[in-house]
């Protein structure tokens, strides 16, 4: 099973302090895949141990057109079938692609929920 994790930044927080336990503990049937969508030296660490890492640097919620091609690309190319996503913007870049692709989607919220109307 491959999974994909989308994260907001790639430097450590206490979300990338969660997946790591996840990772540590999945089965040898499930291959982790992480999409960041800023650089950091979290991400690096995630390669050097040889995970597959994707950044879409600079995504914005008003490019939906590049943002689900982008995804969809990745989905498709790795074969994903369950994405997990972290915040409500994370969700909300990742989630178009994963249904039309028919994924899986997981939103994990780490935190409390902003008062912002969109979320």
């Not at 979300?15 to 650089?39: G, K």
């Not at 369950?82 to 989630?95: E, L, N, P, Q, R």
Request: include cysteine; proline fraction near 3%; aromatic fraction near 10%.
């Amino acid at each position: 099973m491959n999974v994909l994790y989308a994260i907001t930044h790639g430097e450590m927080g206490g979300v990338h302090r969660f997946l790591e336990s996840v990772f540590a503990n999945h089965s040898a049937d499930v291959r982790p895949v992480v999409l960041s969508f800023r650089e950091g030296a979290w991400l690096d660490e995630l390669r050097r141990a040889g995970m597959k890492v994707y950044c879409i640097d600079g995504a914005r919620i008003r490019q939906p057109v590049r943002l689900f091609r982008e995804v969809r690309s990745i989905i498709e190319r790795e074969k994903i079938e369950i994405v997990h996503s972290s915040y409500a913007w994370c969700h909300t870049m990742v989630t178009p692609a994963a249904r039309w692709s028919g994924c899986r989607s997981i939103w994990f919220h780490h935190g409390p929920i902003s008062d912002r109307r969109w979320q």
